[in-house]
Each structure stands twice: as C-alpha cells, then as structure tokens.
C-alpha cells in the first residue's frame, strides 16, 4: 500500500466544527427515532411468536400438501430437491438448492484518515491499496492519479435460486429460499473445458438437455452431489483453471489490478429441512401473517422460517425469539452510540475553539485535553440519559402494562429503602444509655 499526506489550515477546521454540529444534531434526531421504533417492532415481533406457537399445525411424517393445513401457518420436515442450476457463462452446472458465482477482480481502493494538528488544521491521508473486490471501484474519485482501476468489470458475482419442492408435494416460495444457506464450495473439471465461446455454447446447451431428461434426477436426491467434481465447458483464453477456482493469472504469479478469480459455491440439494410457514391451497409454503383480528395494529410482522435438520416448531420459534431479543438490544447499543456521537459532535465547536491554544508551552495542551475529557465525559452522561428516557417512553407506549409494573416495583423498593434508612436512623438516636456507676467505698 501507498500513503500520502495533505496538510489543512485553520479555515477548514472551523468549516468542520460547523459540519460536525448539524451532523450530531441529525443523529441525535435519528438515535431517538431508531430507540423508539425498536421497541416497538420488538413488542410486535414477540407478540406474532406467541401467536405463531399458539397457531401452528403439525404436519408429521410423511404429511402431503392435500392432507391439511391449507391457509394456515403449518410446520413441515422433508427432503428438499432443487434443480440444475448453471451459471450459463461457464457452464458450471450442478444439481443443487442455490447456485453463487462469486468473482472477484484486485482493484485499487482509496482509504482517507485524519489527524487533528496542533495550533488548529487536520492532516489529511490518503493511503492506497490493492484489493480483491466484486464491484467496480471507481478511480475517477481518487484524489491522486497513477491509481486507474478497469473501466468495467468483466465477469460480475451472480446467484441462481432453483424451485425447491419438499416430499409430500410442498413447495418452497422463493423468499424461503433465498434463506437457505450452508454453501459448499464446487470443485471444479475443466479437463474437457473450451476456450472458444460457440464451442462452449454447444456443450453448454447439450448438458442442459440431458438434465431436461431426467438424467440428473438421482442427482438432485443425493446431498453428496457436490463432492464430486463439476465440470466446467467454457475457460476464456488466457485463464487457467484449478480445482477451487478460475483465475487470468498465471499459476504461482503475483496478479495485477485488473486480473479476476472465479469461484462457485453452492446449497446442496437432498437435504432434510424443516419449514415453518403458511400453506396455501396448492401446497405452496410462504410466509404467515397472523389475522388482524389477533393483533393490536396492522403492522405485525410475518413467519417464515426454514432450517437444515428435523428442527422441531417449538426450536424454531424459539431461535426467532433469541434472534429479537439479540436484535433488540444491539439497535439499542447503536442508538445509545448514536446518542453519545450525537452530543459530541455538538461540541465540535468547543474543541476547535480550545484547540487553537494548544500551541501555548504546558498550559495550552494541560487545557485542550482537560477539556476534552470534560466533553467527553458530558456526552456520555447526556447520551445515556437521553437513549434510557426515550427507551423509557417507549415502554410507556408499547408495554404500558409492564412499564406500569416496572415503574410500580422501582417506586417499591425506594420506598422500603428510604423505610429502611430512617427506622436505622430512629434506632441509633434513641438508643438508652447505661447508668453511671457510682463508686463503692473501700473497706
């Protein structure tokens, strides 16, 4: 990598306290929107949970699409079978759920930091490097040239979803299978590959008229599909091709911007999975969303939910509970962080100001960071007030039931403390005192 330094003035300086003060004040706006609207989605989603465990059928094994259950959110386990899925450009073809292309081309990417200089100004950086990437960078923005990335890229990162249908006669709407995951690599044959493109198309087009068939109708029942190597028709001239990958570089050579890697990944078909979704009259499975007859408001959200394994329906609403719980409470972190941001880039305008006496010997420095720990410490204690007041309002609006209960037990135990303290301090401000012992004559 390569780095290069620019040096800024005081102008600049003052132009990004000013900056700095209507960013924090947007994200102060944006941390008690955030706050306000998560606690609320997270009474939602609990709440279509429960009503989903109250809700669902069990379909058992062995269960059709005709044998129940339509219109209503059901809970089915069976294998799933997917199609032959290729690619169409290099002709990989495989009997899988999902199908990933991911290519990648070493372009160079622009990285800026700042550092704050001493008598006002910031010292800018920019630092260059090269990197794998499946997008196009785009050079024209650099600030500094000799760093031209490719016009356009020449392959891009693509995926393929097959029409996975489950035994019984179920099938799988696309959005429950854009969340199947556990991709494998594709190992790859390039052994009977061409390097022409009309060449490439025939055995392309012949390989997908053997799969229309039925000749890889085993295929797509055997999850060990993929541990076998695929073959692939078509490799452009001047690429050499390995067992995990394509690549335009030559083997044991250091690439160039601009050379490519192409691998494949794939979700193996044969697998058993477990669904737990809404069954409609075909025996298509989506997702459910529960009657507005049982919600509060119309927004509740919907279950879709689909797993590798005979995962029973009680797991499986109990890991979509899990995962709104962890969501809640990181959107809380990211809006508590943004509160504090929020108060510290309000304060920007303070910094700058303190900053210009840094030059001063001893003192000046001593003041710029007292001050700056000062702020620092301020934020914080206005960012924690501010996220845990709105945290507390929501509750107020969502769980007014719970808030109530909460705010009740907090007033409770005050209560028995302050009790506490003040029959302690009645006890020890009246205790009786001992007699005074008179003395006794000697004999």
Same mark, same amino acid.
């Given at each position: 990598?390569?780095?290069?330094?620019?040096?800024?003035?005081?102008?600049?300086?003052?132009?990004?306290?000013?900056?700095?003060?209507?960013?924090?004040?947007?994200?102060?706006? &944006? =941390?008690?929107?955030?706050?306000?609207?998560?606690?609320?989605?997270?009474?939602?989603?609990? $709440?279509?949970? $429960?009503?989903?465990?109250?809700?669902?059928?069990?379909?058992?094994?062995?269960?059709?699409?005709? =044998?129940?259950?339509?219109?209503?959110?059901?809970?089915?386990?069976?294998?799933?079978?997917?199609?032959?899925?290729?690619?169409?450009?290099? &002709?990989? @073809?495989?009997?899988?759920?999902?199908?990933?292309?991911?290519?990648?081309?070493?372009?160079?990417?622009?990285?800026?930091?700042?550092?704050?200089?001493?008598?006002?100004?910031?010292?800018?950086?920019?630092?260059?490097?090269?990197?794998?990437?499946?997008?196009?960078?785009?050079?024209?923005?650099?600030?500094?040239?000799?760093?031209?990335?490719?016009?356009?890229?020449?392959? =891009?990162?693509?995926?393929?979803?097959?029409? #996975?249908?489950?035994?019984?006669?179920?099938?799988?709407? %696309?959005?429950?299978?854009?969340?199947?995951?556990?991709?494998?690599?594709?190992?790859?044959?390039?052994?009977?590959?061409?390097?022409?493109?009309?060449? *490439?198309?025939?055995?392309?087009?012949?390989?997908?008229?053997?799969?229309?068939?039925?000749?890889? *109708?085993?295929?797509?029942?055997?999850?060990? @599909?993929?541990?076998?190597?695929?073959?692939?028709?078509?490799?452009?001239?001047?690429?050499?091709?390995?067992?995990?990958?394509?690549?335009?570089?030559? %083997?044991? /050579?250091?690439?160039?911007?601009?050379?490519? $890697?192409?691998?494949?990944?794939?979700?193996?078909?044969?697998?058993?999975?477990?669904?737990?979704?809404?069954?409609?009259?075909?025996?298509?499975?989506?997702?459910?969303?529960?009657?507005?007859?049982?919600?509060?408001?119309?927004?509740?959200?919907?279950? *879709?939910?689909?797993?590798?394994?005979? #995962?029973?329906?009680?797991?499986?609403?109990?890991? $979509?509970?899990? +995962?709104? /719980?962890?969501?809640?409470?990181?959107?809380?972190?990211? &809006? /508590?962080?943004?509160?504090?941001?929020?108060?510290?880039?309000?304060? =920007?305008?303070?910094?700058?100001?303190?900053?210009?006496?840094?030059?001063? %010997?001893? #003192?000046? %420095?001593?003041?710029?960071?007292? #001050?700056?720990?000062?702020?620092?410490?301020?934020?914080?204690?206005?960012?924690?007030?501010?996220?845990?007041?709105?945290?507390?309002?929501?509750?107020?609006?969502?769980?007014?039931?719970?808030?109530?209960?909460?705010?009740?037990?907090?007033?409770?135990?005050?209560?028995?403390?302050?009790?506490?303290?003040?029959?302690?301090?009645?006890?020890?401000?009246?205790?009786?005192?001992?007699?005074?012992?008179?003395?006794?004559?000697? +004999?």
């Amino acid at each position: 990598s390569r780095r290069y330094a620019r040096r800024g003035g005081p102008g600049g300086a003052v132009q990004n306290a000013c900056a700095a003060f209507f960013v924090g004040a947007l994200m102060l706006v &944006g =941390s008690a929107v955030l706050l306000w609207w998560n606690e609320g989605t997270a009474v939602e989603r609990y $709440e279509t949970l $429960e009503l989903a465990r109250r809700e669902v059928l069990e379909l058992g094994e062995g269960a059709r699409a005709g =044998s129940g259950g339509r219109g209503r959110l059901v809970h089915v386990t069976a294998v799933a079978s997917g199609e032959v899925l290729d690619d169409g450009t290099f &002709g990989v @073809a495989v009997p899988a759920l999902r199908l990933r292309r991911d290519a990648q081309t070493l372009q160079w990417v622009e990285k800026t930091s700042e550092r704050k200089r001493q008598g006002g100004g910031r010292d800018v950086t920019y630092s260059y490097s090269r990197q794998w990437r499946g997008e196009r960078v785009r050079s024209e923005g650099f600030h500094r040239g000799g760093y031209d990335n490719p016009v356009s890229l020449r392959y =891009s990162p693509a995926e393929w979803d097959a029409r #996975v249908s489950l035994a019984g006669g179920f099938e799988l709407a %696309p959005s429950l299978v854009q969340k199947l995951s556990g991709f494998q690599s594709v190992e790859l044959d390039a052994s009977e590959a061409s390097s022409q493109r009309e060449e *490439a198309n025939g055995l392309i087009a012949a390989r997908r008229a053997a799969g229309a068939a039925g000749s890889d *109708a085993v295929a797509l029942r055997d999850e060990r @599909a993929l541990s076998r190597p695929t073959q692939v028709a078509y490799v452009p001239r001047g690429y050499s091709a390995s067992h995990s990958k394509l690549q335009s570089y030559r %083997p044991g /050579t250091e690439p160039e911007v601009g050379d490519v $890697e192409v691998r494949f990944s794939a979700v193996p078909s044969g697998q058993v999975v477990s669904v737990l979704a809404k069954q409609d009259s075909s025996g298509k499975l989506s997702a459910w969303r529960p009657p507005a007859s049982k919600t509060r408001g119309s927004g509740a959200s919907s279950v *879709a939910v689909v797993a590798f394994g005979d #995962v029973s329906a009680a797991e499986l609403i109990a890991s $979509e509970v899990t +995962a709104n /719980t962890i969501r809640t409470f990181v959107l809380r972190g990211v &809006g /508590t962080l943004l509160c504090f941001f929020g108060f510290l880039l309000l304060s =920007s305008p303070i910094t700058t100001l303190v900053g210009v006496v840094e030059f001063v %010997p001893i #003192v000046g %420095p001593m003041l710029s960071g007292l #001050v700056g720990a000062g702020l620092c410490f301020a934020s914080l204690t206005l960012g924690l007030a501010m996220a845990t007041c709105t945290i507390a309002a929501a509750w107020i609006a969502h769980r007014p039931l719970f808030a109530t209960l909460a705010i009740g037990a907090a007033i409770a135990v005050l209560c028995m403390g302050s009790r506490t303290g003040h029959g302690a301090g009645r006890t020890t401000g009246h205790a009786p005192t001992a007699p005074p012992v008179e003395p006794t004559a000697a +004999a």
